[in-house]
Antibody
Framework: QVQLQESGPGLVKPSQTLSLTCTVSGGSISSGSYYWSWIRQPAGKGLEWIGRIYTSGNTNYNPSLKSRVTISVDTSKNQFSLKLSSVTAADTAVYYC????????????WGQGTLVTVSS | EIVMTQSPATLSVSPGERATLSCRASQSVSSNVAWYQQKAGQAPRLLIYGASTRAAGVPDRFTGSGSGTEFTFTISSLQSEDLAVYYCQHFNNWPPIFTFGPGTKVDIK
């Protein structure tokens, strides 16, 4: 079965760019027709979908974050990535990568999540 | 923008009893609703998609129903391991966006 693992800096300074990578194992990111998403969760709060990238490279973003978000895919490394620019303390959260693998319009596989803190 | 609301915010249920959670959409969303379970310190787990279809490996004590604007998630006989926060989620086809409800915390009484 497919497995996802987030990686990246746990601390980012305000106004800088948050960069995270999700490494996929147990399946090829370039085969099939899948949507690969990023979702975040501030401590003690609910889930917020950030955006997704299709196998073909097409992207969809949450309108509330669209101006600051870029999601890309590196098929050679079986990874997809998130960049969030101009971060503030409000961007402090656990960031998850997830995939619509066997299910349409739902996330059936998730990474374990990685905490990113925005602080000087 | 479609807003998903959930009630109650917290639900205390005794082991073996039924737990009923509600999710309401601000406008009709057909059957495009999923339900997730999130235990403390863990990633969410997909339980239900398409409003009523159980994901692979999900026990049959978990049931989803509803369409339009009103959705219900039921745990028929609560087990101690069901202590978690449960989220509903909608996918809007255009513009493509996933929206989560604020969650219902299920406590064991």
């Amino acid at each position: 079965q497919v497995q996802l693992q987030e990686s990246g800096p746990g601390l980012v300074k305000p106004s800088q760019t948050l960069s995270l990578t999700c490494t996929v194992s147990g399946g090829s990111i370039s085969s099939g027709s899948y949507y690969w998403s990023w979702i975040r969760q501030p401590a003690g709060k609910g889930l917020e979908w950030i955006g997704r990238i299709y196998t073909s490279g097409n992207t969809n973003y949450n309108p509330s974050l669209k101006s600051r978000v870029t999601i890309s895919v590196d098929t050679s490394k079986n990874q997809f990535s998130l960049k969030l620019s101009s971060v503030t303390a409000a961007d402090t959260a656990v960031y998850y990568c997830a995939v619509e693998w066997l299910v349409d319009e739902g996330f059936d596989y998730w990474g374990q999540g990685t905490l990113v803190t925005v602080s000087s | 923008e479609i807003v998903m609301t959930q009630s109650p915010a917290t639900l205390s249920v005794s082991p073996g009893e039924r737990a009923t959670l509600s999710c309401r959409a601000s406008q009709s969303v057909s059957s495009n609703v999923a339900w997730y379970q999130q235990k403390a310190g863990q990633a969410p787990r997909l339980l239900i998609y398409g409003a009523s279809t159980r994901a692979a490996g999900v026990p049959d004590r978990f049931t989803g129903s509803g369409s339009g604007t009103e959705f219900t998630f039921t745990i028929s006989s609560l087990q101690s391991e069901d202590l978690a926060v449960y989220y509903c989620q909608h996918f809007n086809n255009w513009p493509p966006i996933f929206t989560f409800g604020p969650g219902t915390k299920v406590d064991i009484k």
